[in-house]
């Protein structure tokens, strides 16, 4: 078992910055692939990026790349998903994910993650 939890969310104007944290307990933190994902009022749940388990490999969806960066500390057994530039279409909940090392080559699919954290709200204001 594998516990997560998100923090740092907030209220933050359109073009500042935001760092989101995402805890884990349970299992070693450097045996599973780590993602992060967010919900909008009335979508589907998106994915943002991922981060391979001893974090050599990532990927990011095409709206956030080159403005978000997604990184671990395994000792800290925390990832973090560090968000610039941040644009109002970047409101919504926030969530971490964990699944197994395998996962990697299909991080972008939610059903792939075995954990999942409660959320953290983001909201940008224009």
């Known amino acids: 078992q594998v516990q997560l939890v998100e923090s740092g969310g907030g209220l933050v104007q359109a073009g500042n910055s935001l760092t989101l944290a995402c805890a884990a307990s349970?299992?070693?933190?450097?045996?599973?692939?780590m993602g992060w994902f967010r919900q909008a009022p009335g979508k589907e749940r998106e994915f943002v990026g991922a981060?391979?388990?001893?974090?050599?490999?990532?990927n990011y969806a095409a709206s956030v790349k080159g403005r978000f960066t997604i990184s671990r500390d395994n000792v800290k057994s925390t990832g973090y998903l560090r968000m610039n530039s941040l644009k109002p279409e970047d409101t919504a909940v926030y969530y971490c994910?964990?699944?197994?090392?395998?996962?990697?080559?299909?991080?972008?699919?939610?059903?792939?993650?075995?954990?999942w954290g409660q959320g953290t709200q983001v909201t940008v204001s224009s």
């Open positions: 981060i391979s388990w001893g974090g050599a490999s990532k």
């Open positions: 349970g299992r070693p933190f450097s045996t599973y692939t």
């Open positions: 994910a964990a699944g197994g090392r395998e996962i990697f080559s299909d991080s972008r699919q939610p059903g792939k993650y075995a954990y």
